[in-house]
């Protein structure tokens, strides 16, 4: 008598439960690799947003150091002819925002534009005798501004409106597809003025303690000079707080924040 063979093999359900199974593990992987891949790009995107940030940040800290810089040969033995640091014009100034354009740093006549309040703004102005040969030339009038949410540089200006910061060429430092750059201030509430008169055996301001060679008599900043001061040599001292923060244009929450404090190596000297 002969014996049937019969072959085994996986029945219908089986193949199904299998098969479930193995689309589950591969699923598995495939949301763990997503969520890596998804993780080091946000990583990458934090770091080069760091690096750009950082990038601007030094840019200006290097040029606010040479901020008044000339060149011109008589500038050594008299730096209130220097072209390149003149009060209202080619001097350091800072301005609240491009759209209203008004002067946020000290005045220079013993008061501050703003009442004392705190002098921040968006936009600084400034120039310096980049190539050294003593000429002002257009591309020597600089500046950087916050434009919406972008950080703007200027590379050329004009000569009739250099203290403008609407005025000039601008070029973009930052990419607002990439960052947002939510706030840039300028802050010179650590500048300081001397009156090289002082001290001079008089009562200048009329008040004080003592009533003579007081220390505001001395501050340029702390109160108006006096009305018989003509020909007073005052030497301004400019600490600029730099503030920039920004974050990434599609995360929000991704976000950094710098703060830096710069010494402009040329005072500003002036005859009042």
Do not use: H
Not at 47 to 66: G, H, P, T, W, Y
Not at 116 to 127: F, K, N, R, V
Not at 222 to 250: F, H, K, Y
């Amino acid at each position: 008598m002969k014996r049937k063979n019969f072959q085994a093999g996986f029945t219908v359900t089986e193949l199904l439960i299998t098969m479930g199974l193995g689309l589950s593990i591969v699923g598995s992987i495939l949301v763990g690799y997503l969520a890596t891949y998804t993780s080091s790009m946000d990583t990458l995107a934090a770091s080069k947003m760091n690096q750009d940030l950082n990038a601007v940040m030094n840019l200006m800290i290097s040029e606010f150091r040479r901020a008044g810089y000339s060149g011109e040969a008589n500038v050594a033995s008299n730096p209130t002819l220097n072209s390149f640091n003149v009060q209202g014009s080619t001097a350091l100034r800072v301005i609240d925002t491009m759209a209203s354009n008004t002067v946020l740093a000290p005045a220079g006549d013993g008061t501050w534009t703003n009442g004392g309040a705190a002098t921040q703004g968006s936009c600084i102005l400034y120039a310096y005798d980049r190539d050294n040969d003593g000429t002002l030339d257009l591309d020597e009038l600089n500046g950087f501004r916050l434009n919406g949410s972008t950080v703007e540089m200027r590379t050329a200006g004009v000569l009739a409106s250099a203290g403008s910061c609407a005025a000039g060429t601008w070029a973009a430092l930052t990419d607002p597809n990439f960052i947002t750059v939510s706030a840039l201030a300028f802050n010179l509430d650590n500048s300081e003025c001397l009156n090289t008169r002082e001290p001079d055996g008089i009562d200048n301001d009329s008040g004080g303690s003592p009533a003579i060679d007081n220390a505001e008599e001395a501050d340029c900043y702390d109160a108006p000079m006096p009305v018989a001061s003509s020909g007073n040599i005052t030497v301004e001292t400019r600490q600029i707080r730099i503030t920039l923060t920004g974050n990434l244009q599609n995360d929000a929450f991704v976000q950094i924040s710098l703060t830096q404090d710069v010494r402009v190596r040329n005072d500003l000297v002036r005859i009042r």
